[in-house]
Nanobody
Framework: QVHVRESGGGLVQPGGSLRLSCAASGDIFRINAMAWYRQAPGKQHELVATLTSLGATNYVDSVKGRFTISADNAKNTVYLQMNSLKPEDTAVYLC?????????????????WGQGTQVTVSS
C-alpha cells in the first residue's frame, strides 16, 4: 500500500505565500512523477504543476513565475511553493504520485492521490 498526504494549506491574503507539502509513504520501489492538481468550486479539475524523476517540471500558464514545484527525494516528498497568490488560486489542492512497485511478481506503475488541502486567498 501507498499513502499520500498533503499539508500546508490555509487562508492567505492576496499577494501572500504558502508552501504545500505532499509526502508519499509505503511500498514504493521508485517514484516516477509527482504532480499538483487543484479543484475550484464550479470549475474543472486542473493540472497545476508536474515534476518527473529526471527533474523536468511543467506548469499551467496561470501559475508560471509564481509557483515552484520541487522535491526531497530522500523523503519522497514534493513541495509547491506558491507566491503572489491571487483570489483565483483558491481551490482544493491535490497531490498525485505515480510510483513503481512490485505487484504479482512484476514491477508495475500505480497512481495515488492524497485527500487534498484547502487553499483560500482572500482579504
Amino acid at each position: 500500500q501507498v499513502h499520500v498526504r498533503e499539508s500546508g494549506g490555509g487562508l492567505v491574503q492576496p499577494g501572500g505565500s504558502l508552501r504545500l507539502s505532499c509526502a508519499a509513504s509505503g511500498d514504493i520501489f521508485r517514484i516516477n512523477a509527482m504532480a499538483w492538481y487543484r479543484q475550484a468550486p464550479g470549475k474543472q479539475h486542473e493540472l497545476v504543476a508536474t515534476l518527473t524523476s529526471l527533474g523536468a517540471t511543467n506548469y499551467v500558464d496561470s501559475v508560471k513565475g509564481r509557483f515552484t514545484i520541487s522535491a526531497d527525494n530522500a523523503k519522497n516528498t514534493v513541495y509547491l511553493q506558491m507566491n503572489s497568490l491571487k483570489p483565483e488560486d483558491t481551490a482544493v489542492y491535490l497531490c498525485n504520485v505515480e510510483v513503481s512497485r512490485w505487484s504479482l511478481g512484476s514491477l508495475r506503475a500505480f497512481s495515488y492521490w492524497g485527500q487534498g488541502t484547502q487553499v483560500t486567498v482572500s482579504s
